[in-house]
């Protein structure tokens, strides 16, 4: 009797005894968090976006020119530090639209305003405030992003007229950072880069380290003839000038010892609106064109490693920077 007593109390024990727990999954180890976000670098034609983006980024990925409205497309360039992944989206300058391209570079810029979480307004030390200032002004008023103001140029103009500037600008809109900078030197780049990171929210980056710009090939190469087209033209041509790649072929061909000599055919049209633009940029007996062509050629083989033919061809279209199909097809280059 005791026996079974003692045996109905040890299976009693072990029905109430706790299931064997499973063990613990390691825990997963948490990613330190990064700061990502869209950055629009604004401002009029000509102040310098363009090469504050190539400094920042430390290597070209949009052309630079002296002639206004050389951006005509909206740019991402892309910086990923171990703080986290800045996009930088180089804008066409502000300016009043007159015709359908100037319309679509200016929908870039209204594009930029409402999806980037901080714009930086870059504007000229060396040049006074003028009517195409305030109309940055009257297109930024009503925006709610974080915006910081960029003094550019630092480097060529006199510590005493900045204090002016900073003075003048302070009260037109709510800027939350005022940093004179020099985009060619990189005076002051590294503050502006860690108070952009400040700025920015805590994400998931959205490119792959090693990426450093959204364009394709065949569009940073029809701007690479473009800007030694802006080079060495004057005037209006520069407004009146496009380029398009018709079509890019890769070959492998034998030099006269039999080894193989890899070859890009970059065949390119260079788009004007007169007959007398034609012939400025064809220059007397070629001599323009020639040159155009030894500038692009050279620095394209840089970027593509290879020897390449270069053809150009200066084609009359009127009107094109009010034809659709055009600029479609311009556009379309950019992938």
Known sequence: METKNKEKAVKKAAAIKPAARKPKAPKEEKKPAVKVGYVALLGRPNVGKSTLLNTLLGQKVAIVSDKPQTTRISILGIKTTEKGQIIFIDNPGIHKPLHALNRRMMNFVYSSLETSDLLCLLIDATQPFGHGDEFVIETLRKVKTPLFLLINKVDVVRKDKVLPIIEKYKDLLPFKEIIPVSALTGINLDVLEDLIYKSLPEAVKIYSDDEISDQSERFLLAEIVREKVL?????????????????????????????????????????????????????????????????????????????????????????????????????????
Request: glycine share 8%; no cysteine; charged share 35%.
């Open 231 to 335: 080079k060495h033209v004057k005037e209006e041509l520069p407004f009146s000038t496009a380029v398009y790649i018709d079509g890019i072929e890769k070959k492998v061909l034998t030099d006269k010892d039999g080894n193989p000599r890899p070859m890009t055919f970059i065949r390119t049209s260079i788009f004007v609106e007169r007959d007398n633009h034609r012939k400025i940029i064809i220059g007397r007996r070629g001599s323009l064109i020639k040159q155009i062509g030894i500038e692009a050629r050279k620095e394209i083989e840089e970027i593509l490693a290879t020897e390449i033919y270069l053809g150009l061809q200066v084609r009359v279209r009127p009107q094109w920077r009010d034809s659709e199909d055009v600029l479609d097809l311009i556009e379309g280059q950019k992938g």
